[in-house]
């Protein structure tokens, strides 16, 4: 176990916290500003636009028409526009009259999504594409004074975080909402466990586990005629510049759930990792394994894997001076003891509702008035992942200092065209690699 903090410095971590985990439960709330878009009845009907329409897209436009009966689909755009229009005939016969999405208003291409974001009948844009897009969709769509529910991660590289945090500043000044796909600030068995870590039921916190260790991921081949964009796109997983890498699309769940733990970022961090298993064109780490450390001692274990056969592990342990909280995915539930191993609390898990609550905390908030803005915290848990892969990528113990505000690394290609042609994919390796 760290050595405990000195007394004296207690009192403000734990003010910091608290005032983190307020934050973290409901987000931050602006003023409605004049100008942003109107909502100011509980009765208004409000118009979504999907973009990125795959199967977390068509569920998060499921997910938001299921918890918000004053709310409806009209507009949809996805790089292939045929994948739209078959989402939007499945969303339509499981909400009848609320999907109104007619063939001229759905879009392909890599511009689709600009064409939902000017269409004036859209209040809040959905976005869900492989995350690479996200910081430029989520700043446009805040530029138009949209509101905007993002997937995570909402950035892949310090570059997209900067983006997201100017995006976040404009939002909260013009009174707009950003919801993010963070699921395990909704769900009721994280929120209380969080909030009875940051009433002291487990003493101060000292260390903490995070783990997203699974099984192989998808792979889809290249199919004939494709261009290297096309085909990158198609198989965006594999591609460090669309999706991360696994800590980036995968892990920020949990690495979200130890920023919101934690109270923040972390100072510095110290990462390793390998590959063995992923085909011959995937720019993708099989495994990375990550220390976080903070400036008053604490500290965080952080682990991902995608391997065949092998072990999982999904969830979080926070160890604490009194005792032990686990915080287990899905709907695996929060239990807490003591160090005798004396059940302190314990709650079911309900990931499903959680999905739901997303999105009709971004809903309801508009409504009254007092938009929801949380992308700078889920800007700063992606930007964790991004810590931790390129540490070890690189080989380097890097700091929040140098990750968040001197490097250059930017991932998007200069030139993006749907039938071009991109820089060959390459494996990045400890010694050779250096980030920017």
Known sequence: MPIQPHADSDASRRAFIAASAAVGAAGLVAPFAIGAPQAQSGTKTL?????????RGSGAANDSLSAN?????????????????AARDGLAKEHPG???????????GLDGYRQVIADPSVDIVLFATSPGFRPRHIAEAVAA?????????????PAGYKICCAASDQALKQGTAIVTGTQ?????????????????LIGDVVDMTARYCGGPIWYRGREGGMSDAQYQIH???????????????QAVHNLDVVHWVMGGAPDTCFASGGRFTKPEDSEMWDSCSATFAWKDGRQCDFKSRQLPQSA??????????????FLRAFNNGTQIYDRSGKELFSMKGDIGAAYKQEHKDLVDSILAGKPIVELRQTAESSLMAVMARESGYSGQKLTWDFISDSSTLD????????????PLPFVRVPGTYQMA
């Open 312 to 325: 999982t592990d999904f969830d979080n342990v926070v160890y604490g001076s009194k005792g032990t909280a």
């Open 98 to 108: 609320r999907v109104e999405v007619s063939d001229t208003s759905i879009y392909g």
């Open 69 to 85: 009966p004053n709310v409806r689909l009209v507009a949809m755009a996805d790089v292939i526009p045929e994948k739209a229009r």
């Open 184 to 200: 395990y600030r909704r769900q009721a068995s994280f929120v209380e466990g969080v909030k009875r870590i940051h009433d002291g």
């Open 145 to 157: 004074k949209k509101h905007v529910f993002a997937e995570k991660p909402t950035c892949v590289d």
């Open 235 to 249: 198989n965006w997983m594999h591609f460090i510049w669309l999706s991360g890498d696994q800590p980036a699309e």
């Open 47 to 55: 118009n979504l636009g999907l973009v990125g329409c795959g199967g």
């Open 411 to 422: 991932l998007f290609p200069k030139e993006l065209k749907l039938d071009g042609e991109l």
